[in-house]
């Protein structure tokens, strides 16, 4: 009877636990999915071939110069994994703290300072440790080019990203402190609804 008992408290200890990285993975996935949108829009803003970021961001981790869809696709997903994962990082305090669990007035406070930290801590090492090097190394005639739907093409020198990336600094900022937001916001309210809907007590 003990020993069934530790059982059923160790798994309604583990629940709510569960529940809470469950909706961290979620609102790291839709948080990355609303930045990639950000993303998109920019690039569309700034005249860029569509998926460059994507395309430099696979260009870096892999170590290829590959100007290509695949490549494009691939950094994509790299981009939502790895939002889906720091998702998950960020639900940690949630399902730690029950101050946390029970209060969501924290979230957005929360989700600022770890979105700033985000990018204070990963984005720019990433940035000035492999994706300029691998900028800085290609042929700064190279082109990343995009067709037109009336005919032509939108192109752009890899030379040309150097000139721009105070520019994408900056707005780098500004993306990963509202996926902080965002994601914490979501996670907070995914795992409550999780909770309330299985009559998880906190």
């Known amino acids: 009877m003990k020993q069934g008992s530790a059982a059923s408290n160790m798994s309604q200890r583990l629940k709510p636990r569960l529940a809470i990285a469950g909706s961290g993975l979620a ?3 839709i948080s ?24 430099v961001l696979a260009s870096a981790l892999l170590q290829i ?7 494009i696709a691939l950094g994509f997903l790299v981009h939502l994994a790895a939002g889906s994962i720091l998702g998950l990082v960020l639900s940690i305090p949630f399902a730690m703290s029950k ?7 924290f979230a957005p406070a929360y989700g600022l300072a770890a979105g ?12 000035f440790g492999v994706m300029l090097p691998l900028i800085n190394s290609l042929d700064r005639q190279a082109v990343i080019s995009q067709p037109l739907p009336a005919g032509g093409a939108l192109n752009t020198a890899t030379g040309e990203l150097l000139g721009m990336m105070d520019k994408v600094i900056a707005g780098s900022l500004a993306f990963n402190v509202f996926y902080g937001l965002l994601a914490a916001i979501l996670a907070r309210s995914i795992s409550e609804a999780s909770l309330r809907r299985h009559q998880v007590i906190l």
């Open 27 to 29: 609102a790291g996935l």
């Open 32 to 55: 990355s999915l609303a930045i990639s949108a950000l993303i998109l829009l920019a690039e569309k803003v700034a005249q860029l071939p569509i998926g460059t970021f994507y395309l």
């Open 65 to 71: 110069n590959d100007f290509t869809t695949s490549a």
């Open 99 to 105: 101050r946390l669990q029970a209060s969501g007035r």
């Open 116 to 127: 700033f930290a985000i990018w204070l801590v990963l984005f720019l090492p990433i940035t």
